[in-house]
């Protein structure tokens, strides 16, 4: 028995300790806020908390005591301008809490048969246009759909033979009409054929009585107009047999001397001219004909001496001056006092070329040659004082 109580105290004392161990670690735990209520208007997005934290000791005589700490617990920034993260998604709606209308169902006891099941099916409903999901569908649903049994219909025979032959009968009717009006066309086209032939025989024997009215007729105006054409083709003959005559005459003429021309012109006008004036005539044609001779050369390439235009050298181009006369020279070279040349009056006073120069220039100007160097320094000096 003893020892049944010293167990039990044993087992009061160590829970007792434990649960003080379990309670400071809890109590440290606990933190204790304080909260400043920042903001305007009871605004909690700007209040900031401040926690007062303890840590636990493990045991009682804990010489190294902890301080007590106190946090500051601030709310993250954020941009106002960013979007939401997280998405909102439309939940589905759920049952009604209560049904508005019941639905009660009772166990049909009896049993429905195959023509009542057949009465009572309601097809499935099927579009003919529209198939977006791409399903094969069965004929027989496709049929349902429709609304057609599958039992097929009894046709009326008699009456679907009767409808045969008078379309029959329609047809053959039809084919003997068009036959008929074939041959009535082509009966009009003989008619109009025959017509058209008659009024052209009928023409042509008309048009053969007047050709042979007017071939009489028009023989003897052939027979005339024939003559006429011989006739001026005749003349015209003799006009070019005249034209070539005097072409040919006057081609002898412009070959032959003056004297053969006075003899053919006497000739022709049946006088003679006697041998004392022929003989003039000769000299004279003779003359003429020496003087034209020389003509035919230019006597300055007889008066130029052998080799007087051989070249002295290479650099030679021409064989003459350009100028050989000094009155040419001097002209070309003549200062002119006109205003349209100098650009100024004849009144006003200036500097001419004469005066610079010193005397009349008999050719082209001459300029004194600069001795120095470009680099000298007194010119300029030399020229101020000379002006």
Excluded: C
């Excluded at 006891?109 to 099916?121: I, P």
């Excluded at 001419?352 to 120069?357: G, L």
């Excluded at 160097?373 to 004082?385: C, I, N, T, V, Y």
């Amino acid at each position: 028995m003893g020892n049944n109580k010293q167990e039990n105290l044993t087992t009061i004392k160590t829970r007792e300790a434990v649960n003080k161990i379990i309670q400071a670690k809890l109590h440290g735990a606990k933190p204790t806020t304080i909260n400043t209520g920042g903001g305007v208007g009871g605004d909690n997005s700007t209040s900031t908390n401040y926690i007062r934290y303890t840590p636990a000791s493990i045991t009682d005589g804990d010489s190294n005591k902890k301080q007590q700490r106190i946090i500051k617990i601030v709310d993250k920034q954020q941009d106002p301008m960013l979007p939401s993260s997280f998405k909102i998604k439309k939940t589905p709606r759920g049952p009604p809490e209560q049904a508005s209308v019941p639905v009660l169902h009772e166990q049909s006891k009896v049993k429905l048969t195959s023509e009542d099941q057949r009465k009572w099916y309601i097809p499935p409903a099927i579009s003919n246009w529209k198939n977006t999901k791409g399903f094969t569908i069965s004929v027989d649903k496709r049929l349902a759909s429709i609304g057609k049994d599958e039992t097929a219909q009894q046709m009326n025979i008699d009456k679907f033979a009767g409808f045969t032959d008078a379309l029959d009968n329609a047809s053959k009717q039809a084919r003997e009409e068009l036959k008929i009006r074939a041959k009535l066309k082509a009966k009009l086209e003989k008619q109009k054929l025959l017509e058209q032939q008659e009024k052209l025989a009928k023409v042509a024997v008309k048009k053969e009585k007047k050709s042979s009215r007017w071939a009489n007729d028009s023989d003897d105006d052939e027979e005339q107009e024939d003559e006429a054409k011989l006739n001026a083709a005749s003349k015209r003959e003799k006009a070019r047999r005249e034209m070539r005559k005097k072409a040919e005459k006057e081609l002898k003429m412009a070959n032959m001397s003056t004297e053969s021309k006075l003899q053919m012109m006497a000739s022709e006008s049946g006088k003679s001219i006697p041998n004392r004036v022929k003989i003039g005539l000769s000299k004279q044609s003779e003359q003429n004909n020496k003087s034209k001779m020389e003509l035919n050369y230019d006597s300055r390439l007889f008066l130029n001496a052998a080799g007087a235009n051989a070249k002295n050298s290479e650099d030679q181009v021409y064989d003459s001056p350009l100028f050989e006369s000094q009155t040419a020279v001097n002209d070309f070279y003549r200062v002119r006092n006109d205003s349209r040349f100098t650009g100024r009056d004849d009144d006003e006073g200036g500097e001419t070329v004469e005066s610079v120069v010193g005397k009349n220039s008999g050719g082209p100007i001459l300029f004194e040659k600069d001795t120095g160097d470009g680099h000298d320094e007194e010119r300029p000096l030399k020229r101020a004082r000379n002006n």
